[in-house]
């Protein structure tokens, strides 16, 4: 079965004012200049998703100037179900998100009403850059599908911030911090487990997609790469203490983890070109999308973020016609490339400042 976002209601939202956005079940393209509200628009959908933007952690900036509140309402559908999500952005007070009309007191609470994927031009520098977009790759993906990771990881994450900021008022004694490693190292623990298990899979199936797209060149492996192994977990977290209260930062745990590419054997992040770390973004994005309608059931939503001018041809190609049986929002400036592959199937919207006319 196929996830569908129906509409998007926004007011008062970065720049756009007042808009109702009506989508249909396969392709919706968004497009126009720079600076119109397009990225506005998938950052609000992505809300939806996350609670949070990918941008700031600011939700104040997202309020439209001048105004003293913004609204997101999203409806999705999944099958004969229908989801209401409303998020309230205030000025001057915590933001309200309510599903279906209750309120959303734990953001956990909200993951998995939508499903997202979301592939920006960031992402395609997710095997060059550094760890922290790794990490964020495995944690939103298990956290839209596994109620139980998100718990473990906000908890280990309080934990965390609560050890650092004992260290760093010195109030870092060896009672207290068994009792934080002690803690941090359960959570760890389960983190690890969840993080392995999802890199197996997206592994098998993101090296099938990368063959496919070199035409059987190219074979990729994804590897997990954690920071401790868990039967050393707790010695190593030990053995750092004293480093820990020098430097007044845990330097052991789930949030040093990484992942590691190889292509035909060699790390794709120090030998590979830019067009293969491209290819091996867009094997593991394609990836994703398999992992999570096997895992939920239904295809989650695809939203790529003007992505395709940034592929050649040929890999814009394979993009397109892999996203079948999936709803996918496209944004682009231009439409020219684009309409000539899909135009006719569709649904093509054009922004221009915070509006769209048809
Ligand atoms: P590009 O093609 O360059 O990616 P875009 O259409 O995706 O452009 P967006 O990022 O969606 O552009 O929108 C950016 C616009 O939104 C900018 O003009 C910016 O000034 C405006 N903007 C951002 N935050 C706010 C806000 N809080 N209030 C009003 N306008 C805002
Ligand atoms: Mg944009």
Excluded: W
């Amino acid at each position: 079965m196929i996830m569908i976002i129906k509409s998007l209601h926004l007011i008062n939202y970065r720049n756009i004012e007042n808009l109702d956005i009506e989508f249909d079940q396969g392709i919706n393209i968004l497009y126009g200049n720079n600076a119109q509200g397009k990225t506005n628009i998938l950052e609000s959908i992505y809300m939806c998703a996350a609670g949070r933007s990918l941008r700031t952690h600011i939700s104040k900036e997202l309020i439209k100037f001048g105004k003293d509140s913004a609204h997101i309402q999203l409806i999705v559908s999944k099958g004969v179900f229908k989801d209401k999500i409303n998020i309230h952005i205030r000025k001057n007070n915590k933001k309200g998100i309510a599903v279906n009309n209750v309120h959303v007191k734990n953001i956990n609470d909200l993951f998995g009403t939508v499903n997202i994927i979301l592939f920006s031009p960031e992402d395609l520098m997710l095997v060059k850059e550094g760890p922290s977009g790794r990490r964020r790759y495995m944690d939103m993906e298990l956290c839209q599908i596994n109620r139980l990771y998100a718990d473990d990881l906000s908890r280990y994450y309080r934990l965390l911030r609560e050890r650092n900021t004992l260290l760093k008022d010195e109030k870092a004694d060896d009672v207290t911090l068994d009792v934080y490693d002690e803690q941090l190292v359960r959570y760890g623990i389960r983190i690890m487990d969840e993080r392995q298990k999802f890199i197996n899979e997206i592994n098998l199936k993101a090296d099938l997609i990368h063959r496919d797209i070199t035409k059987g060149k190219e074979e990729l492996e994804i590897k997990y790469i954690p920071d401790v192994s868990s039967d050393k977990y707790g010695k190593k977290m030990l053995e750092s203490r004293e480093r820990d209260i020098l430097y007044k930062s845990t330097n052991v745990g789930i949030h040093r983890d990484d992942m590691s590419f190889n292509i035909n054997g060699y790390n794709g992040r120090e030998y590979g070109s830019q067009g293969q770390q491209r290819t091996i973004c867009i094997s593991l994005k394609l990836a994703e999308v398999e992992f999570v309608k096997e895992k939920i059931g239904y295809s989650p939503i695809l939203l790529l973020d003007d992505v395709l001018s940034e592929l050649d041809r040929s890999r814009q190609m394979y993009i397109l016609n892999s996203i079948k049986d999936i709803q996918t929002i496209i944004t682009s400036t231009g439409i020219d490339d684009i309409a000539d592959n899909i135009g006719k199937r569709a649904n093509i919207m054009y922004v221009e400042n915070g509006d769209i006319k048809k």
